[in-house]
């Protein structure tokens, strides 16, 4: 609605502002900042060796090769549809990690009802493995996904779903064929049709020998299965992709975006070349592609990543010889696992907000956003609830389905794509040279360069240059942890072994025998274990079967998994254990001196820099002199000390303190908050151990102080 009183008002022009030079401007930034260089102080170094300018300008977009794209058009850097989530938004696959297929039913519906639109199947580690329930140990058995052994489970666990009009998402790695089986029998036992079933059922076993640093069977005879089951998906069901490569392994071990997407691209690369080799053409093996990366926090860079990502695989593809349909980027998102932390848990819900996001503004196909509670046990209803809820918000209320490519022609978006892709096909090369990315991983190259980046992460996470809140800053020592029940497994291994049982129990074993005997015979082994399956057999007889002639799979050193949180989670755990031991936090004193606008900058400073480490501090009112400082601190108990006040007066105040503390109690741990350069030395011969300042190793001092104190055993 229009406002009478400005209606005849003309619109604004901004004429009257002269345009100001690039080289103006950054004279007066020098002017500001007193002789310190520009590149220290503005420019910012990211982990994927790219520089963040302080400021974007047309100029820098002007030529870029992706510039003049238009969405819907190679190389799709805007997205593989013209009108992006104009015309259909993502898919909302939230995985549901229930122990059982009833438990698993119970939760799918009730979310189907409730904003979720696609079926995210997580599966636990026997069946990734295509082990039966009765044959795996207790322990395993619907730990961290469904328990699934026969299509009488899968049967149960979708029992309601409408196949033909839902999503599915599984990630089945090697039991791939033998799952994908399970499925198109059911879906043939329900009368539906294969033709319209959508989602995909991934095979990844370079991802899979990343993560874990096993196959179950030789290479060859899983690019084998790949082949025969992409060449049966494509004959049968077209809008399945049977290959999903996933980046999450090399995320979860610290890489940078830059390496995820290299290391994925190299690792569909492999595919590609080993489905060629098996007679596939790039239009048959391509669209049955689909990659799964993990979003970070660094949120402009994951944007960045997720066009990239297109940009490239279309430049990959269309020389491979695939046509513009074949060269579509398929892309399914999940909010990050390392950046998750078990304490103040609840800030899980906003890094989850912001990396779905980007996430979303990247152009994302499919998203799982991580419940806040998932690092601590199986998400219940109301974090599930919530983690659904996000994407509703994000479609309904930031209006990005009324967008197309909301980031395209953003000069700081488009130059980081282009940025980007340059680092990622630098790296991408480098795995080509040593042959592809089965044998880099044979000679650890990817597991180094990996390792490299996360322990630059590591060093700026000790430091808190990287920082997790409630984590490594800003603790929350009065929380209330989550409480995490423990799965019955005795019980669960009862329930799926009754249920295996009797379903083996009610096959036809002649009818049985003969369908798996057909599966070794078969040319087309996917029909064949199909058949299997509709006869009684279960996932891991199908297996087997298709398995017969299977050689020993290869091994090698995986990528190391490690959240960037756990170190801090573990001293907070020690003090934690402390608590229960003792009846009391450990505890720090600070000899707080003079008046409060005196010492209370540096206290707080102290008191928020020992929380992270799990201690308390004892805070008293500011003392006049270091006697009365120091016989206070004796006679608190405490195990450790830090003075606070300020740089010009520790010189009348540190050595006479810390020498009576010393000389009274020698065992104490002294500290200075603050870092004054010009005296440390003398300090430290007056008694002073270690200084709590804004460029200490957090990691290292909290470690050092939980050993002394008795807090860690």
């Not at 989550?482 to 096959?507: T, V």
């Not at 270091?626 to 108990?637: F, N, Q, R, T």
């Amino acid at each position: 609605m229009s406002n009478p009183q400005t209606a005849d008002l003309p619109a604004p022009t901004f004429d009257e502002f002269a345009p100001t030079p690039y080289e103006e401007w950054r004279k007066v930034v020098d002017k500001f900042l007193k002789g310190a260089p520009f590149e220290k102080r503005l420019v910012t170094k990211t982990y994927e060796n790219i520089d963040l300018q302080p400021m974007y300008r047309q100029e820098d977009i002007s030529g870029l090769p992706q510039i003049d794209s238009l969405p819907g058009f190679a190389p799709y850097v805007r997205g593989a549809s013209p009108l992006g989530y104009v015309s259909g938004s993502w898919d909302v696959a939230q995985e549901i990690p229930c122990a059982t297929p009833a438990a698993f039913n119970a939760a799918v519906r009730a979310d189907l009802e409730r904003g979720q639109n696609a079926v995210n199947l997580v599966l636990d580690h026997p069946t990734l493995h295509a082990v039966d329930a009765d044959q795996a140990p207790a322990e395993e058995i619907g730990k961290d996904g469904l328990s699934i052994s026969s299509l009488a489970d899968l049967a149960q666990a979708l029992a309601g779903v409408d196949l033909e009009a839902t999503p599915i998402y599984i990630q089945a790695n090697t039991s791939a064929l033998s799952f994908t089986a399970l499925l198109a029998a059911l879906v043939q036992q329900q009368g539906k049709s294969l033709a319209k079933l959508r989602g995909a059922i991934g095979m990844d076993p370079l991802g899979h020998l990343a993560c874990h640093g096993h196959l179950p069977r030789d290479l060859d005879g899983v690019y084998d299965a790949m082949a025969q089951l992409a060449g049966w998906a494509k004959a049968n069901a077209p809008q399945l992709q049977t290959i999903t490569v996933q980046g999450h392994p090399y995320h979860n071990g610290g890489a940078s975006a830059t390496q995820e997407l290299a290391f994925t691209l190299a690792t569909a690369v492999e595919y590609l070349r080993a489905m060629q080799a098996r007679g596939l053409s790039m239009d048959d093996a391509a669209p049955r592609i689909r990659f799964a990366f993990s979003i970070g926090s660094n949120f402009f860079m994951e944007i960045a990543r997720l066009r990239a990502a297109r940009l490239l695989w279309a430049k990959i593809v269309q020389a491979f010889g695939g046509n513009a349909e074949s060269q579509k980027m398929r892309i399914h998102a999940r909010t990050s696992a390392w950046n998750q932390s078990i304490y103040d848990p609840h800030v899980n819900l906003l890094r989850g907000t912001t990396e779905a996001f980007s996430a979303i503004v990247g152009g994302c196909d499919s998203l799982h956003i991580s419940p806040f509670d998932e690092l601590v046990r199986a998400p219940d209803d109301f974090s599930r609830r919530v983690a659904r809820n996000t994407h509703t918000v994000l479609r309904e209320e930031t209006h990005i389905t009324k967008t197309v490519d909301p980031a395209g022609g953003s000069w700081y978006v488009e130059t980081l794509t282009d940025a980007v892709a340059r680092q990622t096909w630098a790296i991408f090369q480098e795995v080509e040279k040593q042959g592809g990315m089965a044998k880099a991983l044979e000679a650890g190259w990817p597991q180094g360069q990996v390792a490299d980046t996360a322990a630059k992460r590591a060093a700026n996470l000790a430091k808190r240059k990287d920082i997790f809140v409630g984590t490594n800053m800003y603790p929350n020592l009065k929380e209330t942890q989550l409480e995490a029940p423990k799965l019955d497994a005795a019980a669960i291994q009862a329930e799926r072994a009754a249920a295996l049982s009797q379903f083996r129990g009610a096959a036809d074993t002649g009818r049985k025998q003969a369908a798996l005997g057909q599966i070794a015979q078969s040319g087309d082994k996917v029909v064949a274990a199909i058949q299997a399956a509709l006869a009684g057999a279960t996932l891991g007889e199908i297996a087997q079967a298709t398995r017969a002639d299977a050689k020993p799979g290869p091994t090698l050193t995986p990528v190391c998994a490690q959240r960037g949180a756990l170190p801090f989670e573990r001293l907070r755990e020690a003090a934690d254990a402390y608590v229960a031991r003792a009846g009391q936090r450990p505890q720090v004193f600070l000899a707080v001196m003079g008046p409060l606008t005196q010492h209370k900058a540096r206290a707080d400073f102290a008191t928020a820099f020992l929380g992270v480490g799990g201690f308390e501090t004892i805070y008293p009112a500011g003392f006049s002199t270091p006697d009365e400082a120091a016989d206070a601190a004796l006679a608190s108990g405490a195990a450790a000390v830090v003075i606070c006040s300020t740089d010009p007066t520790y010189p009348d105040i540190v050595p006479s303190l810390a020498q009576k503390l010393k000389q009274t109690k020698p065992g104490l741990t002294v500290m200075l908050a603050g870092y004054p350069a010009d005296h440390v030395e003398s300090f430290k011969a007056a008694g002073v151990d270690d200084f709590i300042h804004l460029n200490a190793n957090c990691l290292a001092l909290l470690t050092m102080l939980q050993k002394k104190m008795g807090v860690a055993q």
